[in-house]
DNA sequence: CCAAAATCCGAGTGAAATACTCTGATTTCA
DNA sequence: TGAAATCAGAGTATTTCACTCGGATTTTGG
């Protein structure tokens, strides 16, 4: 039950280019020195999101990555999704895959709403949401509300 | 970002359990027939779900395993902390490891909420609302409640 | 009492997924 | 034209997963 490294890394790198929205673009070489990624794997990981329309690049000198839209209108399950492909809790879920129970799969109902849940929650948290949670971290003073983002 | 087989084949065991409840225990092999587990592997995860008081094992001739706790007093959270251990969303949120970025880690805190959000809503599933939802599946009828189980 | 039926226990293994790396080509701009 | 950047595809090491194996222990029916 782990989001991968992969989109973990991703979302970093587009929380700094979420920063720089509107500005110059940012290489691997800024990105994965200010979060410790190792670059070539960072390359790819950008190469996938640009694939996916989430940023885009420019080549040569001066170049690197940009968000492609605005931080408030990707979500992480966008995020997610491009980077370590579509939620699927339980291998039977997987479309690719079929379900060995052809029948009456016991399980598979549970897995599926669980699925839904957390599709939707990762679907409304945007990039804007996890820069806001960075800068007033969760600590201390209870419940709070941030933008839509509500922790209790 | 997967529930592991372990935990999906044992939540099956149990819903076998759970019709049983206050019957005759179940032996691993009636249950590796059923659900087309192979037995040494459920005898693995049985063991597991006994060390953590889930269910409770007789030995010798006509034993096998029955629920500890009766079906609606059963999670889904309980079941998947037995068997996969606590939910780590991302590698970072394990407790024995550190994140490699000390201070202001900009992921964690997301991960943390969405991670929290998961546990809880694993918490509120239990076995019998899993077998509701076995019984009568989601097809059709649009948004259904039953118990405290909500899709939509 | 003893043999069969069951669980218990610890170690081991094969395959797949993850987390990367490497090499070389291509684009862009100063 | 050459340095700085991305692009593209193949390759590799490590870890996790999904399961196996062998033998000990407990219980009960006959």
């Known amino acids: 039950m782990k989001v ?3 989109s973990d890394y ?6 700094t280019l979420a920063q720089r929205y509107n500005q ?4 691997i ?5 200010e979060h410790k990624i190792p670059e070539p794997f960072l390359e790819k990981i950008m190469q996938e999101l640009r694939e996916h329309g989430l940023v885009e690049a420019t080549h040569g000198r001066g170049g690197g990555y940009l968000l492609k839209k605005r931080p408030s209108a990707i979500s992480l399950r966008e995020i997610v999704h491009a980077l370590d492909g579509p939620i699927a809790l339980v291998t ?5 895959l079929k379900c060995a129970i052809e029948d009456g799969c016991p399980t598979s109902p549970v897995w599926e709403i669980v699925n839904q849940k ?8 945007t ?6 949670l960075t800068h007033r971290p969760l600590s201390g003073e209870g ?3 941030s933008g839509k983002v509500k922790v209790s």
Request: charged share 30%.
């Open 4 to 6: 991968t490294r992969k």
């Open 10 to 15: 991703g979302l970093r790198a587009l929380c």
């Open 24 to 27: 110059e673009p940012v290489s």
């Open 29 to 33: 070489g800024q990105l994965s020195a």
């Open 92 to 96: 039977c879920l997987d479309p690719s």
């Open 118 to 125: 957390l599709e939707e929650y990762l679907g409304s948290l």
């Open 127 to 132: 990039l804007s949401d996890v820069m806001d």
């Open 143 to 145: 419940d709070r509300v």
